[in-house]
C-alpha cells in the first residue's frame, strides 16, 4: 500500500529551491501543531507574510526538504516546506515589475 498524501511530488530528486542565509516570506500562517515546544498547540508561530531567514535544510519523509526559518521578529525557528515560502528577493521583484 503506498501513501503519498501530497500527490506525486518527491522534491529530494531534485536541489533544495532555497539556500542558508536566503531570506524568504511566509505564505501562510503556521500553528503550533504540539511540536513547538512552550506553545499551546494552536498557537500561531508564524503569520502569513512573515520573513525570516532560512538556517538550515534538512528532509522530511525522504520526500520533501523542510527549511529551518529564523523568524527574528518573533524569535522563533520554524520547519517548513518549499510550498509554504517565498524567496524575497523574486517576490521584491515580481511587486516592482521587474
Same mark, same amino acid.
Given at each position: 500500500?503506498?501513501?503519498?498524501? %501530497? !500527490? ?8 533544495? =529551491?532555497?539556500? /542558508?542565509?536566503?531570506? #524568504? ?25 512573515? %520573513? !525570516? ?8 519523509? =525522504?520526500?520533501? /526538504?523542510?527549511?529551518? #526559518? ?26 516592482? !515589475?521587474?
Amino acid at each position: 500500500m503506498k501513501i503519498n498524501r %501530497e !500527490g506525486d511530488i518527491v522534491e529530494l530528486k531534485g536541489p533544495p =529551491q532555497f539556500e /542558508y542565509g536566503q531570506k #524568504v516570506r511566509s505564505r501562510k500562517t503556521v500553528r503550533n501543531d504540539g511540536t513547538f515546544p512552550g506553545k499551546e498547540i494552536g498557537d500561531i508561530l508564524v503569520r502569513k507574510g512573515d %520573513e !525570516g531567514y532560512v538556517t538550515s535544510i534538512g528532509t522530511f519523509l =525522504q520526500q520533501f /526538504y523542510i527549511y529551518g #526559518v529564523d523568524f527574528v521578529a518573533n524569535g522563533y525557528r520554524v520547519g517548513m516546506k518549499a510550498r509554504e515560502l517565498e524567496d524575497m528577493e523574486t517576490a521584491d521583484g515580481a511587486d516592482l !515589475g521587474c
